[in-house]
């Protein structure tokens, strides 16, 4: 158990056990999953080949064998095969996954294993044996239109149209400035929000930037808008 950042790689140790010696195992298995997915590793001892699931859990991705110069990957995970190591001793049976978490596999997950021998006996079911978090140190990205991208403003108050995205799904708070220096007080997200411009005909930029719940801010993204509220006079 523990936790990890999204593109280290980290090494998950699983020892499994047969009454008859490992040599009776034939298909190791070890699992990572959250609310929104199910990542699983496979590696079959009689072939020497080590598997992961795809994306829609509906296949095998292309196996290698461990110490190869290959990784195997889908859209979450990554299994670096050269780093991956198998060993039998006895009754017990080692594998050292080697798992790189890619962005999208951000978030808190259990782990599990399960095991089957040569005639097809189990262990009974997945067994959960840990934990594991992968950390956001990814900031959210975003966007910002004043006044629906209108090129001029005749007042000081505008309506900011914003957007961000964040790997993690938790955009939280928002904040804004006229000049990339002094900022307003952080606040919750939302999809728009009244500001006032700073004063004088001219050229004017809104800055903003955004929060995730994990603590990122983001840089700063900005939109200009031409302020003028001065008429024009004839003589």
Known sequence: SGSSLPDKTVAFTSNYSDPDGWQNMQFLYFSVRDGAKTIYLCYGR????????????????????????????????????????VSGSGKVFTATWSITFKASSIGYKRTYLYVVDNIGATNGGWVQKGAWTVTDNIAPTGTVIVNAGNQYA??????????????????????????????????????????TL?????????????????????????DTITLDTTAPKVT
């Open 198 to 222: 700073a004063t004088g005909d001219g050229t004017k930029t809104v800055y903003v930037k955004y929060k995730d719940a994990a603590g990122n801010w983001s840089t700063s993204y900005s």
């Open 46 to 85: 009689t072939s020497n080949l080590l598997y992961l699931r795809n994306d829609a859990n509906t296949a095998w991705l292309a196996p290698y064998a461990p110490g190869s110069s290959r990784v195997i990957e889908n859209s979450f995970v990554k299994l670096n095969c050269a780093a991956t190591k």
């Open 154 to 195: 005749t007042a000081t108050a505008v309506t900011l149209t914003l957007s961000a995205t964040d790997v993690g799904g938790n955009v939280s708070q928002m904040q804004f400035s006229n000049n990339n220096s002094t900022w307003s007080a952080a606040q919750s997200y939302a999809a728009s929000k009244s500001w």
